[in-house]
C-alpha cells in the first residue's frame, strides 16, 4: 500500500483552497465534487514533487464531518491505495483495523469502491483500489504500487 492522498477537513472548502495555494503552494487539481453518500463536498489539490491533498467540506448539517468542521477541522484521514480492494480489506481487519465505512462507490473517484476504517491506534484511514480521481488526469496524480504488494 502507498498513500494515496491526505484528506483535511476544512469548514469552507473555498478558504481551504485558498490557504493551500497562498501558504502551501498548491493547486487544485479536479472541480469541487459532491459525495452524496458521505455527504461532503471535496476538492484535490497537488503540488509538484508532493502528495495529493483532498479537502472535505460538510455539505449538510448532518454530515460525519460536520461537528469536526464547526471546531475548525484538520486532518482527517490518510488514503492508501493498493492493487486489489478485496485482498487488502481483510489484511486491516485481521489487524485490528475497524470498518467505519465498508465498501461503497465513491464519487470522486469516478464510481470506483472506496472504504474507510479506523485503526488500533485511532488513525482514520481510506482504502482505494484505483488511481481514478474524478476531473483528474490519472497521469497527473503520483505512482502506481509497486505489482504484487497489496
Known sequence: MIIDHIGIVVPSIDDGIQQWQEIFGYH????????????VRVVFLKKT???LI?????????????????????LHHL???????DAAIPLLRSNGAK????????????????AFFLTRNNLSI????TMEKQGIDSMDT???VPKGLF
Open 28 to 39: 487544485r487539481v479536479s472541480e469541487v465534487i459532491e459525495n452524496s453518500r458521505q455527504k
Open 49 to 51: 514533487d508532493s502528495i
Open 54 to 74: 483532498k479537502l472535505v467540506e460538510p455539505s449538510v448539517a448532518d454530515s460525519p464531518v460536520s461537528s469536526f468542521a464547526r471546531r475548525g477541522g484538520g
Open 79 to 85: 488514503c492508501f491505495r493498493c492493487n486489489d480492494l
Open 99 to 114: 470498518f467505519i465505512v465498508p465498501p461503497q462507490p465513491g464519487e470522486a473517484f469516478n464510481g470506483e469502491d472506496i
Open 126 to 129: 481510506e482504502l482505494i483500489d
Open 142 to 144: 503520483q505512482g502506481s
